[in-house]
């Protein structure tokens, strides 16, 4: 029963090892580092409470079976510190103002205690193989509770976590059927065994978690993109606006947006087919995307007509500069189903507060410089309607 997880019923490998996890989507991976350091953040008080208590517990120990002072006395300036530290940790805020902060501080409480489970780790050794104790058990026993506890707060960090069990257990456990009578042997057995399965608990809940982001991740990228170009669609795009609204009137920061609408598109569905249609919208949404500044948004709100988002744009010349510059980039012949098609478009800009404040004003004025465009008959690209050869 205990392998079944391994193996599969004829002893066959399954196709993916339980201690594997879901590979992680590099556009999710920042919600992972926030919900890792997020729990984390929150059990380090607890972290410092299990190694006091068990420094406390020891020492109370070694002091009853009157060993030497120099063998323990450090335990006490250990949990003294770990108090110290403790309080300032609860006392100022510990949340990191930016990504690399945030990893940087998620890599230092796993070096931290991998560390100190290690040096615990290394000194129960020590103590296992003299001859200082005379009741050896409590020491690898504490360390295990010890080592379960902190692995338990860490279980976001899968490898911290399972890092932790295996130094602050299997040292102590292998000494103690090594080297021990019986009662130890078997007791080494049985450390090795929680190990594991505290190991595999660890893996499964990290693994739940990380299906979960994925899944949640999934379900808002259906919400928010369009299923036939991948673009954000008209939802997400209102979002964005939004959000540069909520931004401008905080910080003063404008931006622009641009409105493109495919010359003729109907021409191309009535005379090819919607088939080709939806192909010849797919290549232009992966030619603007092509496009896009860093910081700029290409969405797609429907039919042939597509949204562009552009930060820090706050003249008209400029902002007219970008939108040429998208359409000059998917103005060029495209070979779809035997047929050469040459994509040409109008558009129409807004600026914030220069045409308009808040997400209807401005589409309605970018919608407005659109169709004025299109009744002049000066498409931003050229040809003004597409070029439709059959090559075949």
Request: hydrophobic share 50%; with cysteine.
């Amino acid at each position: 029963m205990f392998l079944t997880p391994l193996f599969g019923k004829n002893g066959q490998a399954v196709r993916q090892a339980p201690w594997r996890s879901p590979d992680i989507p590099e556009e999710i991976r920042p919600s992972v580092e926030e919900m890792q350091l997020q729990r984390a953040l929150t059990h380090v008080p607890m972290i410092y409470l299990v190694a006091i208590f068990n420094l406390l517990a020891v020492m109370i120990l070694s002091a009853h079976e009157g060993v030497a002072t120099v063998y323990y006395a450090w335990m006490g300036v250990f949990a003294v510190g770990c108090l110290a530290r403790m309080i300032v940790w609860i006392r100022r805020p510990h949340v990191p103002d930016s990504a690399v902060r945030s990893q940087q501080t998620l890599r230092n409480l796993s070096i931290i205690s991998v560390g100190v489970i290690a040096f615990l780790s290394i000194w129960s050794v020590f103590v296992i193989a003299g001859d200082k104790f005379e009741n050896q058990m409590f020491i690898p026993m504490s360390l295990v509770f010890g080592s379960t506890c902190i692995a338990h707060c860490l279980a976001c960090i899968k490898k911290a976590a399972v890092t932790v069990l295996l130094v602050g257990v299997i040292p102590s456990a292998v000494t103690m059927i090594l080297v021990g009578g019986f009662d130890e042997m078997i007791m080494g057995w049985s450390m090795i065994t929680i190990a594991l399965l505290m190991i595999r608990f660890i893996i499964d809940s990290y693994n739940q978690i990380i299906s979960g982001l994925i899944m949640r991740h999934t379900i808002w990228k259906q919400a928010h993109s369009d299923p036939l170009t991948g673009l954000a669609n008209r939802r997400a795009m209102m979002n964005h606006l939004q959000l540069a609204e909520q931004s401008f009137a905080s910080d003063g920061c404008g931006f622009a947006v641009a409105l493109i609408d495919l010359n003729h598109f109907k021409q191309v569905n009535d005379n090819l087919g919607h088939d080709v249609g939806d192909h010849l919208l797919v290549e232009v949404a992966s030619r603007l995307n092509q496009s896009r500044a860093a910081e700029e948004i290409v969405g797609r709100l429907g039919g042939d007509e597509f949204l562009i988002f552009m930060p820090d744009v706050v003249g008209h010349e400029k902002a007219m500069a970008r939108a040429t510059a998208y359409l000059s980039g998917f103005a060029r012949p495209a070979e779809i189903a035997g047929h050469i098609l040459t994509p040409s478009a109008s558009v129409g800009i807004a600026v914030q507060t220069l045409d308009g404040n808040g997400t209807e004003q401005l589409l309605k004025a970018a919608d407005s410089a659109l169709y004025k465009m299109k009744r002049k008959g000066k498409g931003a690209s050229r040809p003004a309607k597409p070029v439709l050869r059959n090559i075949a």
